[in-house]
């Protein structure tokens, strides 16, 4: 095992197509460390882990790794051969091994071969090296190998009966799993993973969460999820503006302690200000109509000028950073009685996903609907939007109310249109308008022209935003809205839902979100709905005290 320093980023500096990234850094990551590596949307940190892989070269510096330390690296959007079964894949995370057990199943075959078997001669050579490969296999773990690989992929999430599911038959979100299991199956010295909770629901983050903080080596990882960098890291570091800052703690510590130093900056900036100021006052006096004069007028002008040019300048610090501007109202206030679910069921295939559900949402509450992926969670918002068929049951809408849906995959925008016919169709307005809406989600007046399926994730998120705000719906149905949104532009999204005058019902996998936002929570498993009145924090607590026999809080 490789203790101290494993990886090292020495005066590194990086372009992407002619445009500066970050220009020389200088990092060191230890052997044992849990680093949450945070910045904006585009400020370079996925490029950064590749440096670290070795998937790129830096235009400039060097990175070094440790001489004996394994470096996994997960993409975004992790690559495979499709035509291989969830199990073969995730076995292939230790070539070594797979190629092993490949040889031994050749020689296990070789043995019941007549041309061999009736052979002592040739049984026994097969035997000798089937012995050979079985002893080197046990020597490189493998005896539990195949347990352990299967042991991965449940805790993911994946069902045994998914193993032998072809890899293209995934979705994008199961894919990745896949690759994150490889790379806790392989288990190598310094892991780096770029979003990796992306598509994972609770149980599956919560996974993931204890295999971080058991796991033996480094993990370096991106992520916009605030819950689990606070639960996984031990130190942050923020790329922004091109540079690196750390920050000893968590998430929540770092978000304290930067506001403190950008305050105490702001105050020294404003203190050298001042005395700059001074000390050109005094200079410009002095070096006056008399100065040529009066030579020790000359000196002490001198004097002061050096001072200023050996003087550390401050950067004046950004205490705002230019992000969405979200402002959410509703055009009329709506029913009091917002929904109405009375015993609705539906299935797919005779596969019962929704099961005799009751549920009513009130004017102005917040109600997050959480559970495992494939719960039926989607589908059922789909069924209040009246986009999805039911068997039995009635969903009774509120006579006044509008409602708006912002959609997981982005499925409410057209991916042939161009933005500003997309912002068009949800509310007319004229060309100053639309390029006054681009400014504030942070488009230009260049992108209006863009095709919607030319953005990016994060994009269509700002678009689907921008919509909502548009329509001035009283009741937003929102399901994962905050999948694609960096870290600031979630929390500017979470006080727009805040200050909103209408009624919210989300699904969401995002727990500082539904810490923030939700005033109720509703889970939906096996089909059917449990309760929670209150936050995520509280549902936790209460979802203890049940299982341990207590009354509920909430009576």
Not at 48 to 58: F, I, N, S, T, W
Not at 375 to 390: I, M, Q
Not at 422 to 437: C, S
Request: proline share 3%.
């Amino acid at each position: 095992m490789v203790i101290g320093t494993i990886a090292r980023l020495d005066n590194v500096t990086q372009y992407f197509g002619g445009q500066l990234i970050f220009e020389k850094l200088a990092w060191e990551i230890n052997h044992d460390a849990r680093i949450g590596l945070v910045g904006p949307n585009g400020a370079g940190k996925s490029s950064l882990l590749k440096l670290l892989a070795r998937v790129e070269e830096p235009q400039r510096g060097n990175v070094f790794i440790a001489r004996g330390v394994r470096v996994g690296y997960l993409p975004q959007e992790p690559q495979f051969d499709w035509t291989r079964t969830v199990l073969e894949e995730a076995r292939d995370a230790s070539p070594t091994l797979a190629a092993l057990e490949r040889e031994m199943e050749r020689l296990t075959a070789q043995m019941g071969d007549p041309a061999v078997y009736n052979d002592a001669r040739k049984l026994q050579r097969v035997l000798d090296q089937h012995a050979r490969v079985v002893a080197e296999f046990e020597e490189k773990g493998g005896l539990n190998f195949d347990n352990r690989v299967r042991a991965t992929l449940r805790g993911l999430g994946f069902a045994d009966a998914d193993f032998h599911l072809p890899m293209s038959a995934l979705s994008g979100g199961q894919k990745k799993l896949v690759g994150l299991a490889k790379l806790l199956i392989e288990q190598p010295e310094l892991l780096l993973l770029d979003e990796p909770d992306n598509h994972l629901d609770l149980n599956g983050k919560a996974f993931l969460e204890q295999l971080i903080a058991d796991y033996p080596g480094a993990v370096v990882i991106v992520s916009h999820d605030r819950y689990l960098l606070d639960l996984v890291a031990e130190e942050i570091v923020e790329l922004e503006d091109g540079k690196l800052t750390r920050y000893v703690g968590n998430y929540s510590e770092y978000a304290f302690e930067k506001k403190q130093r950008l305050l105490k900056q702001q105050q020294q900036y404003e203190i050298q200000q001042r005395e700059i100021a001074r000390l050109e006052f005094s200079i410009r006096r002095l070096m006056g109509w008399n100065a040529g004069q009066n030579e020790k007028f000359v000196r002490r002008a001198r004097s002061m000028q050096k001072r200023l040019e050996k003087m550390q300048m401050i950067d004046k610090p950004r205490l705002q950073r230019k992000t969405i501007g979200v402002t959410l109202a509703s055009s009329q206030r709506g029913s009091n009685k917002v929904l109405e679910i009375r015993g609705l069921t539906k299935s797919f295939d005779g596969n019962v996903v929704l099961r005799n559900l009751n549920l009513m949402v009130w004017h102005r509450e917040r109600v997050g609907l959480i559970g495992p992926n494939g719960a039926g969670k989607s589908v059922l918002l789909r069924c209040v939007l009246g986009l999805e068929k039911f068997e039995r049951g009635e969903i009774i809408v509120g006579p006044s109310t509008t409602m708006a849906y912002y959609a997981q995959e982005h499925q409410t925008l057209d991916e042939n249109a161009t933005l500003a016919d997309e912002l068009h169709r949800a509310k007319p307005m004229t060309n100053r308008e639309l390029y006054g809406l681009l400014g504030r989600f942070l488009f230009t007046p260049d992108d209006a022209r863009k095709k919607i399926r030319e953005l990016s994730g994060g994009e269509k998120a700002r678009v689907q935003i921008a919509k909502l705000m548009l329509r001035g719906a009283n009741f937003l149905l929102l399901d994962e809205p905050t999948n694609n949104l960096d870290i600031p532009s979630s929390e500017v999204f979470e006080a727009a839902l805040e200050e909103y005058d209408g009624t919210v019902l989300v699904v969401s996998h995002d727990r500082y979100f539904l810490d923030n936002v939700v005033n109720r929570l509703v889970e939906l498993n096996d089909g059917a709905l449990t309760e929670y009145l209150g936050n995520y924090t509280y549902y936790l607590e209460e979802r203890v005290r049940r299982a341990r026999g207590m009354p509920p809080d909430d009576e």
